[in-house]
Structure formats: structure tokens, C-alpha cells
């Protein structure tokens, strides 16, 4: 049996092993790397930041390699190579024999020799070490700098402001991204990241990092100085050639193993792959080439010696602290005769640049900017030299749409062999034969049989249009059913139950549904029968999401937060103080929320229903900040305090969420009255928000904050308060019937047909004669209002719904805490 | 009564190494569709009704996600005929019959065997 070693085992390492032992159980694999851990997605290595354990990180858990017959040995370095004896030896002292050698032994972050680099504070991103190294650093300081504003710079960057530091980049070149973008596109991306708090310097050559034992600050060759406390450099990667060396293979004298087409090295028996080799002159540092790399070694061993390595196109997409950056093709064009065209938004950090070639034929290239949602279209037609439509200019202008229909048509325009996914290499038409050959019908199916979007992800909306279009070619109806157990959308559902006044969701599955439901289907028709019939949730309580079920948020380490309402912000000193008592003899957390109300964390399940009876004995009500319900109407004081007030906004943000409290719908609901246009209470940001003006109030509608913020839109002007009301009721109505499940009414505005004009034309002309209908639904609602907190504390078998253990009073003893700031919070993820 | 005292979840494996059944509490403790939380010495484990397939199942309350224990909390559904439950955490979703995690890498957790005599519930365990 041939004897294959590899050296390196990181993501390209890794993929060699699976390439390897697709094609051939007949060969022994041994790998050999230095890091702790078995391989891991260094691609998403900032996701560490954002609650990704180092084991969610890993490629395959060490487990993997034991089913596949593959020998791992983690924590060990390859220090030597006998070519003669074809012979390995470790940092251990241990020998083993190959047939054939791998090197895969990536790359090491560059750092480059200036005075004072080997200082404390001084770091490298590349390791999931270094990750940790820094985290632990950054509690001592505030201020920290990245040192290269490249690609990798600025995702540093991105983590030093998740740290919580005072952010700034230093590069030496006049621009950001120097190898992949434009000063133009530069200059756009540094006022988006400005925006976003780092503060950029360009053009900036460090002469010396400065300090008395630990980093103080950075001189520049100008003169000039920063202060900061700690750096991480990120100034381009070194091929990690020291074994090659040694052992006298060639490598390139700007560091890097030499490799032919078929990736072996001067020695036929000895192949280098991933970042540590050198093709054309070219280190690829991108997980995508050295992927194909892995397959074509895997081939070579295994005797198919067709394929070859012809370099590879580094197109990129980043994704960057939420501002999109794309790079396809030649972006500069700088030794290609071509016509640029530019589209440029600096207010929007909108920049998007294509390279046409000169005949007027071919997409050669280009940059996006703020938004790269044509990214993957465009970098096809430049693969794949698709005929360009004949007006250029549209692909990037477009008619000021960037939704899914445009991209539906180019996936249709490919052909068969467009790579859609670079980093598994997977072609349209194999895509495209899973899903007529082999039955495949889903995104998640797709992923399973040919790995597609598992890498990056990148590919992901691509992948969905070729999959809806392919199968709407079979003819079949690609509907928008709920999950497996429903063939009907949630407006379908919405009738049925109403219609057929089904009142349990086991009836509802009995007569239109099939199998036993699941986590999609029970919450969805819990909110439609809640929205319905307003009957008391707890009397289903096991198809409620799991934060409804138990009327309280569930939080890390699994104890719940209590949130009573205090309608407009509004709270006596009273209640104020009662919820102090309430929260210091239970010894919970609190703090006020971005909704004008206070948050008690930290109460475990069993203490719900005695925290709560206290509060209700106080006058307060539940504030429904577990369901998909109304959450807050936020007010500013208003013309009862503020000089420059002219309604009364306090009283009218309480009579509307006294409303509305409790109304349940496809996902939460926000609102906000202001007192003036000054829009102290940030209205215009709500699902319906409320500014007054002399005569009234002026009606804004489908705003939204969270991941996607829009501007809700003006609906009316200068409306009395029953008029206003009256539209709010039949706008939310309408929005309750007609939405599908968690989607916020911004969404639910932009996907409808007519936009905001339909909108008003039902709401306020009503236009399809239903105002009065929306409008008594609504009172119904409104007069079912219960408090759910209420009826649980009054009723014993409610009550012992809230125990911990069925045969036993113990608490849950598991959950651990640590002081912040002289108040209890729940130990992290990673720590337990 | 009668029916209750089948043994609903059968698992040939694993049955064959119990040595304790331990009476945890009354059926009726246990919601319809759902699960409740059994300390066993100083174990927890999640025990779920399935009252729609008219089946028992029984797992360990630590998610292996994040660590949190929590499972008894979570959603119970079927995916292609195959009893799950969904963790209220992040939704991983783990199979009731062989423990398998369903819709990521998640390990495996523990499934116990579960019977009913006389109106309560009995979970098998090893030692
Ligand atoms: C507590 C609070 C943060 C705080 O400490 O201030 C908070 C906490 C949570 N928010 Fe929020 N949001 C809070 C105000 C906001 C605001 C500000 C506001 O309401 O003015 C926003 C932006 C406004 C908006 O919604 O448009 C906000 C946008 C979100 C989003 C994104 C929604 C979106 O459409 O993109 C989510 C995720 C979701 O709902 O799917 C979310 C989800 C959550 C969840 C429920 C996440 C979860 O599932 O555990 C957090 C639960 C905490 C808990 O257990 O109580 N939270 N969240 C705030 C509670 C307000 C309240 O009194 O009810
Ligand atoms: C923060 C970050 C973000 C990135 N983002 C992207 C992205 O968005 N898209 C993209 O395509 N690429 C990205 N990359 C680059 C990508 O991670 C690399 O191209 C890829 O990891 C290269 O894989 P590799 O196996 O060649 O090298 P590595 O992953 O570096 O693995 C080499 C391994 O070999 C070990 N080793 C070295 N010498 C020896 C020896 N003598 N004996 C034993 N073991 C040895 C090393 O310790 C290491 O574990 C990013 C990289 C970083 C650091
Ligand atoms: S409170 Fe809101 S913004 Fe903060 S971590 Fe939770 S969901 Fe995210
Ligand atoms: S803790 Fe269970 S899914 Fe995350």
C-alpha cells in the first residue's frame, strides 16, 4: 500500500485528506501539524469573536480522521526531510517513511524588522493562539492599531472594535486594499469605515513601535505619532518554505516552494500545495486554489495525471463589519486596453466600477463597494466571457433594484460548465443534474450531496436562484409552504383557521397537515391562532417558541429575564422602587433597555411565577417581551415638559400601547410618538411611528432598526387622534393577516406588490373594502386582552408548569455566575 | 391503564444493558407534546410525551451545542418520520431515537429507553 505523508494540517492539508480518501481506500494517510488542534476554518477565524467556539471552527472533529482510517498527530513538527531514505523526522524524534511527501504547510503572518516589533502588545492574526492572545490583551487596554490595510487588515480591525477598542489601521500604501481595489473605491470604503469608528491612516510608513517594555505608540517616517497600547500586524503572509529549504528543494526567492502544473516540487516524490507553494511566481492566498490544488495532488497519487494546475482567478468577496467589498477579474485594467465605467454614491458608500473590454464585448473586470449584491453575476460573466447586454452600463446601474429577479435571469445565461461554487469547485450543471437527476429539492439538500456554499458560503444566493429556476423548468409550483408538514402559506393557514374556526394546532395538523410538525410550523400557527382567537397561549403550551412557552426570554446558561411593561417609558417613582426590591431580594441583573423599560435578568426558571407575583401585586402587567407581539412605544416628553413640544406625546405612546399590549403578530412590533419634528423618540425607525405637528400627528409606517435599518414611511399627514388610531388598527391588521411568519412589516412593505402606494390605498381609500372588517378584528382583540402573567400566577396547575425537576424541588444547580460591575451575569460560553 | 404499560420506545441495544429503571413521576407530570426535566442522582435528563405518536422518549437535558441544559425545554416534531427534538437555544435539532444531531455537526447526545407501568414513567439506565 503506497505511503502518503502530509506535512500541514490546515484547511488545504485537510481537504488533501478528504480528496484523498474519496478516491482510494488503498492508501495509508499520515499527517503531521504543529498546531494543537486538528484543522480548522480559518476563513471564518473572526467568527471566534462572535461566539464560535474553537469547535466550531474545526474542518471534521478529530473523530473524523480516526473513521477514515487517516493517522493525525496534532502538536508535532516536521523539522526534517531524507530525500534518499525517503524519510521524515518530527521535533520528537520520530522517523516515518513515505512513498509520497506533501507539503502543505501554509504560510506565517509577515512581520516586518522595525525597531521595538518584538515588544509586549506587539501581535499576529493568524492562529486561533494569536485570537486568544489578543482577546486576553485587550481587557488591560482601550486603544489598538492594525498595521496594513489589506484584506486581512481590516478584518483585524472589525475584531479590535468587537473588543471594544478605540480602532485605527495603518498602511503604508495610499490606499486601502491596494491589490485589489481603486483609489476611488478606497477613498468610498474609509469614509463607510470611518463611519463605523476606525480611524484610517494611508500612507503611513512605521519607522519605529515605540515603548518602555510594553507598546506605547508608533513613530512614523513623517514625524508624526499614535498613540496605542497594542498592534496586530497584518502586513501579507511568508510561505512557510524552512522544511523545502533544508532539504534543498527550489523555492522562489521571495519565499515559497516551486511547483510545475502538476504541484510537485524539484523532487517527483515530494508535492507542495496551499499557501506554502509558488506557481507562475504567484503564492495563492486563497482558500479556493488551494483547494483545487489538494484535488489535482489527490489525483496525481492516485494515478489520473489528466488534470492540472493553470493558476487560478483571485476574485474576492469580503465579508467586512457590514460594508460589502468585491473584487472580480482584472479590477484596474492597468495594462489592458478598456473602458471603465463608474458609478459612484460617496453620501450611500456606494462605488461600483466594471472594465469593459474595448470592442464593447466582454466584462473584463471590476470593483463593488457598499454593495456587491451583483458580485457573483458579474464575476461569472467575466469566467465564463458571456456576452455583455447592450447597454453595460445597466449591470451595475440596473433600474435601481438589486433583488433577485436580475440574478435569476444571469444564473439561466450560464452555461453548464460556470463554476458556481470556487471553493469546492462545483460547475452549474452538476448543481443542476442533483436536482433533475437525483431528486434534490433544497439548498440544505444541495449542500449535503455536492458540498456547495459549505465552504465561504459566497455562493449561497446563487445556488438558491439556480435552484428555484431549475425547478420551476420541471414545472414544478415553487411555493412558499410553511415546512414539511404544510403544503400551505401562512396567509393559506390564516384563512383555514379562521374560515374552518380551528382552534388547536393537533386539529390543524389532523385536517391540512401531515407527520408530527416541527420547530417552523407549531411556533407560526401558535401566532396565527394567537392572533385569530387571542386565546391564552399557555393552554397550547408546547407548540409555543420556547421563550412564549415559559412567558419569559431564555438567556445564556438558561435562566430567564423578566421585562413588565411601562407603557411610553412612563414609571412612578413607586413602581420604580418596587421593581428595585423586587430585583435586589431575587438577586437579579438589571439594566434599561433600548426600549425605555428595565430588564431583570438572571431568574431561573422555578422563580418565574413568585417574581412575578410580587410584580403583579405592584400593578404590573407582562411586557410580552418573549413573543412575536407588541414590544414598546417609546415617547419623548413632549409639550408637557419639552419648550419645544406641541402635542402631547407621553399620553398619546401610553394610550396606544395600552392598546395594542399584547397583540400578537408575524414577528414583534415597535412603535414611537414624538413631540416635534425633533424626533427625540426615533419614530420614523418603528413599524409605525408617530411625529406630531400643529394640526395632529403625521403617520410613518414599516420602519425598522436591527440588522437592516430603513426609514419607515410618511402614510398621512396632520390627522386628529381618532383618525390616526383608526389607521393604525387597520394597517396592522391588515399587516397580521396578510404577512408571512417572522417578517417584520419593512420587509413585508417591500415585498408587496404596489409598495406603499397599495398600502395606502387599502388603509386609507380603502380600496378593497375591508376597513371596517380590519377595524372590528381589531376591537375583538383589543377586548380579549389578558395579561398572560396574570392568569399563570392565579393558577396552581399553571404554576407547576414553571418546576425545574418533575420529581424533585431542587433548583438547577448547573447555572453559574461571575460579578460585573457589582451586579451577577452568566459565565461564557467558552469558559464552561 | 392497559395501554400505558407497553413498553413504547424500544431500543434492543440498549435495553439489554439496563440494570436500574428508574420510577421518575407520574405521566400526567409530563406535558402533552412536550418534555419535563428528571434528576437522576446527579444526573438531568429530558423526557418527552410524544403524545402524537403516542411514544416515549427520554435523552440527556445538556445540549451539546453550547452546553446549556436545556433540552426538556425544547420543541418536539418529526423530520421524514424521524422524532426530534429542537433546542430552544439556536434550533439544533437532535434525533429521539438514535441521538444523532440532525441539521449540523453537533455530536451525538445520549437517548435513554423509556417504559410506563402503572402509570409511570420509567427510564432505563445502566447503572
Ligand atoms: C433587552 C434588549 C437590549 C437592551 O438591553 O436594551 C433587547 C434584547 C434582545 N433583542 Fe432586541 N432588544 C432590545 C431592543 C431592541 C431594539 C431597540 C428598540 O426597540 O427601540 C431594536 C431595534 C429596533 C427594531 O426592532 O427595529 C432591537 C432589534 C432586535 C432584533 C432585530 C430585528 C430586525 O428586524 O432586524 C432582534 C432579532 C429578532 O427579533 O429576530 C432582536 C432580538 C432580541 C433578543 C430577543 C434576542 C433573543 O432572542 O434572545 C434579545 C432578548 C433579550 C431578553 O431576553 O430580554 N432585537 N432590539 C432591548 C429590549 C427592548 C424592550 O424593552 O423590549
Ligand atoms: C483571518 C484570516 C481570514 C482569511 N479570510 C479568507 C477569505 O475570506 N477567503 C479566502 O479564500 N481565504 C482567506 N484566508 C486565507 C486562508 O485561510 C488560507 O489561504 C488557507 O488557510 C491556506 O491553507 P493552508 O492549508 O495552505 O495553510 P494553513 O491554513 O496555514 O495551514 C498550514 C498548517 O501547517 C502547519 N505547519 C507548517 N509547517 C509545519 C511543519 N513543518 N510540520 C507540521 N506542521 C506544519 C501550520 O502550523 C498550519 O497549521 C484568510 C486567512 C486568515 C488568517
Ligand atoms: S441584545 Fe440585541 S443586539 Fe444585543 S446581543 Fe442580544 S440580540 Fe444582539
Ligand atoms: S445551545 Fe443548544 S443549540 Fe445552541
Known sequence: ?832 | MEILNAIKTFKPEVETEVNVWFKAAHVTAFPENGGACVKYKDMQVAVFNFTRRNEWFACQNLCPHKMQMVLSRGMVGSVEGEPKVACPFHKKTFSLKTGECLNAEECSIAVFPVKIEDGYVHIGFTK
Not at chain 1, 431575587?586 to 426558571?605: C, E, H, P, S, V
Not at chain 1, 417574581?611 to 410580552?624: C, K, R, T
Not at chain 1, 437592516?708 to 390627522?719: F, G, I, S, W, Y
Open chain 1, 1 to 832: 500500500m503506497k505511503r502518503i505523508v502530509i506535512v500541514g494540517n490546515g484547511m488545504v492539508g485537510y481537504k488533501l485528506c478528504e480528496k484523498l480518501r474519496s478516491r482510494s481506500a488503498e492508501v495509508e494517510i499520515i499527517v503531521y501539524g504543529e498546531e494543537p488542534r486538528p484543522a480548522y476554518d480559518r476563513v471564518h477565524l473572526s467568527s471566534y469573536f462572535s461566539g464560535s467556539t474553537a469547535d466550531d471552527l474545526l474542518m471534521a472533529p478529530a473523530s473524523w480522521y480516526v473513521e477514515n482510517n487517516i493517522t493525525l498527530h496534532t502538536g508535532e513538527l516536521v523539522i526534517d526531510i531524507d530525500r534518499e531514505k525517503k524519510t521524515i523526522k518530527t521535533h520528537m524524534g520520530r522517523h516515518d517513511h513515505y512513498d509520497h511527501l506533501v507539503l502543505a504547510t501554509g504560510s506565517s503572518a509577515f512581520v516586518p524588522t522595525i525597531d521595538g516589533v518584538e515588544r509586549d502588545g506587539v501581535f499576529v492574526y493568524r492562529t486561533i493562539e494569536d485570537l486568544n492572545d489578543i482577546i486576553a490583551y485587550s481587557k488591560k487596554v482601550k486603544r489598538g492599531a492594525v498595521m496594513g490595510g489589506g484584506l486581512l487588515g481590516l478584518e483585524a480591525a472589525k475584531a479590535l472594535i468587537d473588543l471594544g477598542l478605540e480602532t485605527h489601521v495603518v498602511e503604508f500604501a495610499p490606499r486601502l486594499m491596494p491589490r485589489q481595489i481603486d483609489d476611488a473605491a478606497s477613498e468610498v470604503l474609509a469614509h463607510k469605515l470611518s463611519q463605523l469608528g476606525i480611524t484610517i491612516h494611508l500612507g503611513k510608513n512605521t519607522k519605529s513601535i515605540d515603548g518602555n517594555g510594553k507598546l506605547e505608540g508608533l513613530s512614523f517616517a513623517d514625524g508624526s505619532k499614535l498613540d496605542i497600547e497594542m498592534l496586530v500586524i497584518s502586513a501579507g503572509i511568508r510561505p512557510r518554505d524552512e522544511l523545502a529549504k533544508a532539504t534543498l528543494l527550489n523555492v522562489h526567492p521571495r519565499g515559497g516552494i516551486l511547483v510545475d502544473q502538476h504541484l510537485r516540487t524539484n523532487d517527483e516524490n515530494i508535492f507542495a500545495i496551499g499557501e506554502s507553494a509558488v506557481f507562475n511566481n504567484m503564492v495563492y492566498g486563497l482558500v479556493a486554489p488551494g483547494y483545487e490544488m489538494a484535488d489535482i495532488v489527490a489525483r496525481q497519487i492516485t494515478g489520473d495525471n489528466a488534470k492540472t494546475f493553470n493558476g487560478f482567478d483571485m476574485s474576492t468577496k469580503l465579508k467586512l463589519i457590514g460594508v460589502d467589498v468585491g473584487s472580480f477579474g482584472d479590477p484596474f485594467c492597468d495594462n489592458t486596453p478598456s473602458i471603465p465605467i463608474v458609478f459612484k454614491n460617496k453620501h450611500k458608500g456606494v462605488y461600483k466600477r466594471i472594465n469593459i473590454s474595448e470592442d464593447g464585448k466582454l466584462l473584463l473586470g471590476g470593483i463593488l463597494i457598499g454593495d456587491a449584491s451583483q458580485y457573483n453575476i458579474l464575476h461569472q460573466m467575466v469566467a465564463n466571457k458571456m456576452p455583455l447586454p447592450e447597454n453595460p452600463e445597466t449591470l451595475i446601474i440596473g433600474n435601481g433594484s438589486a433583488k433577485g429577479g436580475d440574478e435569476g435571469a444571469g444564473v439561466k445565461g450560464l452555461p453548464d460548465t460556470a463554476q458556481i461554487c470556487s471553493c469546492e469547485n462545483i460547475t452549474k450543471g452538476e448543481l443542476v443534474h442533483q436536482i433533475t437527476e437525483c431528486g434534490i429539492t433544497s439548498v440544505d439538500g444541495l449542500k449535503k450531496s455536492t458540498k456547495a456554499c459549505t465552504g465561504c458560503g459566497g455562493c449561497t444566493p446563487l445556488v438558491n436562484d439556480l435552484l428555484k429556476i431549475t425547478l420551476e423548468s420541471m414545472g414544478h409550483k415553487v411555493k412558499k409552504v410553511l415546512c414539511e408538514h404544510f403544503d400551505f402559506s401562512r396567509q393559506e393557514l390564516y384563512d383555514l383557521i379562521k374560515v374552518k374556526g380551528i382552534k388547536s394546532y393537533d386539529a390543524l395538523l389532523d385536517m391540512h397537515g401531515k407527520g408530527d410538525g416541527c420547530e417552523i410550523c407549531k411556533p407560526a400557527v401558535a401566532s396565527l391562532m394567537a392572533s385569530i382567537w387571542n386565546d391564552l397561549i399557555l393552554e397550547q403550551d408546547t407548540i409555543q417558541d420556547s421563550n412564549d412557552r415559559f412567558l419569559a426570554n431564555i438567556q445564556r446558561g438558561g435562566t430567564y429575564s423578566v421585562v413588565p411593561r411601562i407603557a411610553g417609558g412612563e414609571i412612578t417613582p413607586q413602581k420604580l422602587s418596587a421593581i428595585g426590591r423586587i430585583a435586589e431580594k431575587y438577586n437579579l441583573y438589571t439594566k434599561i433597555t433600548g426600549g425605555q423599560r428595565i430588564d431583570m435578568f438572571g431568574a431561573r426558571m422555578d422563580q418565574l411565577p413568585d417574581i412575578w407575583e410580587e410584580l403583579v401585586a405592584e400593578g404590573f402587567e407582562s411586557g410580552h417581551a418573549y413573543g412575536k407581539s407588541l414590544r414598546t412605544i417609546k415617547s419623548c416628553v413632549g409639550s408637557t415638559w419639552c419648550r419645544y413640544g406641541v402635542q402631547d406625546s407621553v399620553s398619546f405612546a401610553v394610550l396606544i400601547e395600552e392598546r395594542y399590549k399584547g397583540l400578537r403578530a408575524p414577528h414583534k412590533l415597535k412603535g414611537a410618538v414624538s413631540g416635534c419634528i425633533r424626533e427625540c423618540a426615533e419614530a420614523q425607525s418603528k413599524d409605525f411611528g408617530i411625529i406630531a405637528t400643529d394640526k395632529g400627528w403625521n403617520l410613518y409606517v414599516c420602519g425598522n432598526g436591527g440588522a437592516r435599518p430603513q426609514h419607515a414611511k410618511l402614510l398621512v399627514t396632520d390627522v386628529d387622534s381618532e383618525t390616526c388610531i383608526k389607521y393604525i388598527d387597520r394597517f396592522l391588521m391588515y399587516y397580521i393577516r396578510t404577512a408571512d411568519p417572522l417578517t417584520r412589516t419593512a420587509t413585508w412593505l417591500n415585498k408587496l406588490d404596489g409598495g406603499l402606494e397599495y398600502l395606502y390605498d387599502v388603509v386609507v381609500n380603502d380600496s378593497l373594502g375591508i376597513g371596517e372588517m380590519l377595524e372590528k378584528e381589531m376591537e375583538g382583540l383589543i377586548a380579549t386582552y389578558h395579561c398572560e402573567w396574570k392568569k399563570v400566577v392565579e393558577d396552581p396547575a399553571l404554576r407547576a408548569k414553571f418546576r425545574h425537576f418533575v420529581n424533585s424541588d431542587d433548583a438547577d444547580e448547573n447555572i453559574e455566575y461571575v460579578d460585573m460591575r457589582g451586579q451577577k451575569c452568566p459565565v461564557d460560553w467558552n469558559k464552561k
